[in-house]
């Protein structure tokens, strides 16, 4: 909506469609409103382990289009930083878009530049196993979750939970919405708002849903 918006205003300079800006809700198309958009972006959804990726990749590549080389290179280098299923994508990704960031092709050199690299490495092989006893269990298409799949999500929420409290709210939101019709998934939502981090609100808004 930015970007059309940004093509609306120099039309609208230019003396044309001067309706379409106020249509779009907006004065006009700013950069640096634009890039705080995907930092929070990130801040919010980075973090989701299957699909938090397609965020900080949108986010490097837009640096970059805007020319900002260091930026890139600093966002770059905190997308490393997060376990995401597709994580060896993302490294090949990033070595040959950016080289010069990761021209080190062993695994401790390129520690050296991102702490967080190997931590991301031994992260996701964490969640990958859990993922894959997750997928192994019998698929359940009406929305229920016995206690065996219950397990699992417990165990998912814990291990998220002791790195980063906003990685567990991303497995929860992904458990209750694959047993949508489970109670005991709702209430596990809930009840971390509530009682481990003590987000009432979220808790509350977690309810009415």
């Known amino acids: 909506e930015l970007c059309q918006a940004e093509h609306v205003e120099s039309e609208s300079e230019s003396g044309g469609h001067e309706s379409g800006r106020a249509a779009f809700g907006v004065r ?5 409103d634009f890039l705080g958009v995907l930092e929070d972006a ?9 699909q938090g990726s397609g ?11 805007f020319g900002e080389q260091a930026a890139t290179e600093r966002v ?8 995401v299923y597709d994580y060896d994508a993302q490294v090949e990704q990033l070595s040959q878009s950016y080289p010069q960031l990761l021209a080190a092709k062993d695994a401790q050199l390129i520690a050296e530049k991102t702490r967080g690299y190997l931590d991301a ?4 092989e964490e969640r990958l196993a859990i993922e894959k006893r997750k997928a192994s269990q019998s698929p359940n298409w009406t929305g229920q979750m016995n206690e065996a799949i219950q397990a699992v999500w417990t165990e998912y929420v ?3 939970h002791t790195s980063n409290p906003a990685r567990a709210l991303c497995v929860l939101e992904r458990m209750v919405c694959e047993h949508f019709a489970s109670e005991q998934a709702w209430l ?3 009840k971390y708002y509530s009682v481990r981090i003590r987000d009432h609100a979220g808790a509350l808004r977690t309810a009415r849903r």
């Open 158 to 160: 814990e291990l998220e």
């Open 76 to 83: 770059a280098l905190r997308q490393l930083a997060v376990p």
């Open 121 to 124: 490495r031994l992260n996701l």
């Open 28 to 32: 006009r198309f700013d950069r640096q």
């Open 42 to 50: 990130v801040a919010r959804c980075g973090l989701h382990f299957l």
């Open 188 to 190: 596990h939502y809930i």
């Open 55 to 65: 965020i900080w990749c949108a986010y490097v590549e837009t640096l970059s289009a």
